[in-house]
């Protein structure tokens, strides 16, 4: 994970709960839900993305219509790719320190300039605690009026369900918005019927 070569994206502002992060130029865009690992000294970070924007780099220049392509206005204003960048919106779910994975918002914010790069399937695992899944970091995803967040949370199920073995992962998961649902009934359907692998 030290090859910065092969980074997905940048932090540029951060809160110990959640990072934005500005994707890489040559980096493919991460679906929502996807999580992603950060690494500081002393300290990995797994998030979740919950969101993402395509925007100007400036945020007082707003883009201008140009009834073109996107490949036709790069290939006429070659300048525009470094003036429009796409930001993630990422919720820090746990970290781990000294090999051991902590479910939860971690102790401090990641610095500015923190590289992030794509979480493996051996590090969801890991981070999910074994045999035995936890899934405490889902009631950090339950923003009660984020739509594009219930959203992340249906596509994050839906990537574990991807993962080996991942039927038995998913059950669990569920299980646990349940109890985090119980007096949201309509919520939690929206959410179970979204999922998908």
């Not at 929502?32 to 950060?38: C, F, T, Y």
């Not at 339950?142 to 991807?162: F, I, K, R, S, Y």
Request: hydrophobic share 45%; charged share 20%; with cysteine.
């Amino acid at each position: 994970m030290t090859d910065t070569a092969s980074h997905l994206a940048e932090v540029v502002a951060a809160t110990a709960a959640s990072y934005r992060a500005i994707l890489a130029p040559d980096a493919a865009t991460p679906h929502l839900g996807m999580p992603l690992l950060a690494q500081e000294p002393g300290a990995t970070v797994l998030g979740i993305v919950t969101g993402m924007e395509n925007r100007s780099l400036d945020p007082s220049r707003t883009p201008i219509p140009r009834g073109l392509g996107r490949e036709e206005l790069l290939r006429e204003n070659p300048h525009l790719a470094g003036l429009l960048v796409t930001e993630l919106t990422v919720v820090a779910a746990g970290e781990k320190r000294d090999d051991i994975w902590r479910q939860g918002v971690p102790r401090q914010p990641l610095p500015i300039h923190t590289l992030i790069y794509p979480c493996s399937t051996n590090d969801m695992l890991a981070f999910l605690g074994g045999a035995i899944p936890r899934f405490h970091y889902l009631r950090l995803l339950l923003n009660p009026n984020d739509v594009e967040g219930d959203g992340a949370l249906q596509a994050h199920l839906g990537w574990l369900a991807g993962l080996p073995g991942g039927d038995g992962i998913v059950r669990p998961a569920l299980a646990e918005l349940g109890r985090l649902l119980v007096k949201d009934y309509a919520r939690l359907r929206h959410i179970v019927a979204g999922v998908q692998a």
